[in-house]
């Protein structure tokens, strides 16, 4: 390669000046308080995105499955009100057997028809336990409660006043709720 005059004078020229370096860039270890380069805020940027789509797929998977649970309650409820009576109705049907079973019988005497009406009184019985329901029957001289029992009239009496006297119609109760109030006479 020959070097032209020029060229010899611009190296010459040149020979003085010191050569431009390209300024270093801190490491970490030099300045931990550098602000990130722009390949790491890249890099984080993807990160957060990254979170926050498994964040927005755990919330989806939230909801979906909140759905699924009023979904299936929805179902329980009506299930639960359409055989809620099954048992009681199950209970009952023995006891509609029996009658019908007695009427059925021609030949019976009295005592017979008693004997089975008792029997059959004592399988309803069993089926009001089996299912929680109660008879409301106040004794005589029982405090009136307005709760379990319907006045039906207030007679003068001995007893004290706003006590039961007679009871003309037995109550029931189903799980402690009242079905049916007991009617009754309270002294005035």
């Known amino acids: 390669m020959t070097t032209t005059p020029h060229d010899a004078r611009l190296e010459d020229e040149n020979a003085d000046e010191p050569t431009p370096v390209a300024p270093e860039t801190p490491t970490d270890a030099q300045a931990p308080d550098a602000p990130d380069t722009p390949i790491d805020l890249q890099f984080e940027l993807e990160k957060a995105k990254e979170k926050m789509a498994e964040f927005q797929d755990q919330a989806l998977r939230a909801v979906a499955e909140m759905e699924n649970v009023r979904r299936r309650s929805a179902e329980e409820v009506t299930k639960a ?91 029931y109760l189903i799980a402690d709720r009242v079905l049916r109030p007991a009617l009754v006479t309270v002294a005035a």
């Open 81 to 171: 009100r359409k055989f809620a009576i099954e048992s009681f109705a199950e209970s009952l049907v023995p006891v509609r057997d029996s009658l019908e079973a007695a009427l059925t019988q021609t030949d019976q005497s009295n005592e017979d028809f008693r004997t089975g009406i008792d029997a059959t009184l004592k399988q309803l019985t069993g089926a009001f336990e089996r299912n929680h329901l109660k008879e409301i029957a106040p004794a005589t001289g029982e405090k009136f409660d307005p709760h379990h029992h319907q006045a039906i009239a207030t007679v003068p009496s001995e007893q004290e006043a706003n006590t039961v006297v007679a009871v003309l119609q037995k109550g």
